[in-house]
């Protein structure tokens, strides 16, 4: 299992591409991607457990010098453990064990049925 956490950052005008670079070298990320206004870097952090990225991530931060003082830290949870801790199924060997087996449910139909406009879909 990896632990997985989302950083969103605030750099300082004109340092979001050498931000970027940057934290794209350092060890653990996954993806650094610009955004278009606040926060304007989003960085995703891989790790074997939560202890390894608790550091990997304190070191990606402390990488950017151009960072302002607004850092938000998103830990993603991890599927197998909301597995257990929902009393499901967690004896399967894929990661997402009771969350793929319930592609059939009612809740999943009805999701299917249900349409999210996206803002950046709508026909201008």
């Keep these: 299992m990896s632990a997985r956490a989302y950083l969103l950052l605030n750099i300082v005008q004109g340092k979001s591409e050498e931000a970027a670079r940057i934290l794209r070298d350092e060890v653990g990320v996954v993806a650094v991607d610009m955004l278009e206004g606040p926060p304007d870097i989003i960085v995703l952090i891989e790790a074997s ?23 938000q830290l998103l830990p993603a949870q991890d599927v197998h453990n909301a597995c257990l801790a929902m009393g499901h199924d967690a004896t399967k060997e894929s990661a997402g064990c009771c969350f793929r087996a ?3 449910s009612a809740r999943t139909e009805r999701r299917k049925k249900t349409r999210i406009q996206s803002p950046l879909s709508a026909d201008d």
């Design 102 to 104: 319930s592609r059939g």
């Design 49 to 71: 457990g939560r202890s390894t990225l608790a550091r990997l991530t304190v070191r990606a931060i402390a990488s950017v010098e151009a960072l302002t003082e607004d850092i």
